[in-house]
């Protein structure tokens, strides 16, 4: 087994086993606390998450990691310690923002006429911005280690967040404080069980010339970030006017849409980055394009399951994994599942897109990125407006349409440089469509076969029998077809 291999399976494994953690965790929140109470967390959580791609996940790490490829390991160290003193500097910065700005953000958020409670939002607001630097302060270790190819701590970091923030939600269940407290705490304790895998890092509070390299690099992407952060803000105003339950109905959907995406295509993307960045750094053209093609091809078989089986499963898998106590409304219950199996079919064009960025940014194409990335949120945005009066279903295959513009885009400019066939991947890409649409058919009749879906006990023998029934047809499909269905091919 590769180095690669390994890596991926750490971060796919690390990414499973704290997304089950956090459908746990989710769970939890659906079931211990009322619909007006959790429609209200979710708009005030969408806060610090406005930011947490400039200051976490997305701008750092895309900027960080091939600085760090680029210096000498002292000089790269010395470059950490003071990049690290000047992100926590922006972080608390933000915090004082959002903290005296929290009424005007809470009214921003909710449309007029919603009857969300404006003064609970603010609360709440306020409770969970700490999250922001928290998390951020996570992600920046974590894009660290990924320098290094050191992936079991980054991948099982998030673990420590969901059981911390469930444990709160568990011993203070209905109470808005434990509920905001939860998700900070949790971030908190997602930066420290990373630490100590940084070999005595420590801030260092003085300048240093790569920061303003970074800069740089992060500057169109924190562009990028806020113009879909538009796009959060135009959703998260659109779900307001819908009725009660239904914030909470969408993104119960998404955390499980972003549990796919996070397994099937952040994990090998992010495995993939680093040796991606050093062949672009060498000027090894062709295996850029060996390392690109590879991993496209196998994320698309695994996305195509994914898709298939979410799509036509999507009532009994809601079910199963929320409606665990009567608190879990049919309100709630409906909107999930609209939202679920319309972002099921955006799962291919997004997670592929996850790589395509990726692979820009490794050869710091970063202005090519930006212009597709800004046009296809906009594009999205778009959607939601001219969607939403149709429900919730129809609102979110804006997204899987915004999906596939990228992914067509993106791959188009990677071949025109000659690092990618986009003509063969269209092709890989026919033959998992026409496999996940099998699958997920049959995975449906199978589990309406044995009846519809009820309480998470009723739903489960259906959602089992045809989880199989379809992921069996997708196997054997793909093996006729000629799709990889092993990391080791």
Do not use: C
Request: aromatic share 10%; no cysteine; glycine share 8%.
């Amino acid at each position: 087994m590769t180095r690669l291999v390994r890596n991926t399976l750490v971060i796919m494994s690390g990414t499973l086993a704290s997304r089950v953690l956090g459908l746990v965790r989710q769970a939890v929140f659906n079931n211990l606390f009322a619909d007006p109470l959790k429609d209200a967390f979710n708009v005030a959580y969408r806060v610090p998450n406005l930011f947490r791609e400039v200051v976490a996940e997305g701008a750092v790490t895309n900027a960080l990691v091939p600085i760090l490829k680029s210096l000498p390991p002292h000089e790269a160290r010395t470059f950490a310690q003071r990049f690290g003193a000047a992100l926590l500097g922006v972080n608390l910065l933000l915090l004082g923002l959002g903290w005296v700005g929290a009424p005007w953000i809470a009214d921003l958020l909710v449309a007029e006429g919603s009857a969300l409670d404006l003064e609970l939002v603010t609360y709440l607001i306020r409770l969970v911005m700490p999250f922001l630097t928290a998390i951020s302060m996570s992600a920046f270790f974590a894009a660290l280690l990924h320098a290094d190819e050191r992936f079991f701590a980054p991948s099982f970091a998030p673990i420590a967040f969901n059981v911390g923030a469930t444990l709160l939600m568990l011993a203070w269940p209905g109470s808005p404080l434990a509920l905001g407290l939860a998700f900070t705490v949790g971030g908190a304790l997602q930066a420290l069980v990373q630490w100590p895998y940084l070999r005595g890092y420590r801030f260092a509070f003085r300048w240093h010339p790569g920061i303003a390299r970074a800069a740089r690099l992060m500057g169109p992407f924190v562009f990028t970030t806020s113009v879909r952060q538009l796009l959060t803000v135009v959703l998260t105003v659109i779900l307001t006017g819908f009725p009660q339950a239904a914030v909470t109905g969408f993104y119960n959907a998404e955390m499980i849409y972003l549990m796919g995406l996070g397994l099937l295509a952040v994990s090998p993307a992010t495995a993939l980055y680093p040796r991606l960045a050093a062949a672009a750094a060498a000027g090894n053209a062709e295996i850029f394009r060996s390392l690109l093609e590879r991993g496209l091809v196998r994320m698309s078989v695994l996305l195509g399951v994914a898709t298939g089986l979410l799509a036509g499963l999507a009532p009994w898998v809601i079910h199963t994994l929320y409606a665990w106590t009567p608190r879990f409304s049919p309100e709630n219950a409906r909107f999930s599942t609209e939202a679920l199996a319309a972002l099921a079919l955006a799962l291919v064009p997004w997670g592929l897109y996850t790589l395509l960025v990726r692979a820009h940014y490794a050869r710091e194409e970063v202005a090519a990125a930006v212009r597709v990335s800004v046009t296809i949120f906009l594009l999205n945005t778009l959607g939601y407006y001219l969607l939403a009066p149709r429900g919730m279903y129809a609102l979110n295959l804006a997204t899987v349409a915004a999906g596939g513009v990228g992914l067509v885009w993106l791959s188009g400019r990677l071949a025109r440089l000659g690092v990618l066939n986009a003509r063969s991947l269209g092709f890989v890409l026919a033959r998992v469509g026409a496999a996940a649409v099998v699958a997920g058919t049959l995975a449906y009749q199978t589990a309406r076969a044995l009846g519809p879906a009820g309480s998470a006990l009723e739903s489960l023998p259906p959602l089992a029998a045809g989880g199989a029934v379809g992921l069996g047809a997708y196997l054997l499909l793909a093996r006729l077809l000629g799709l990889p269905v092993s990391l080791r091919r």
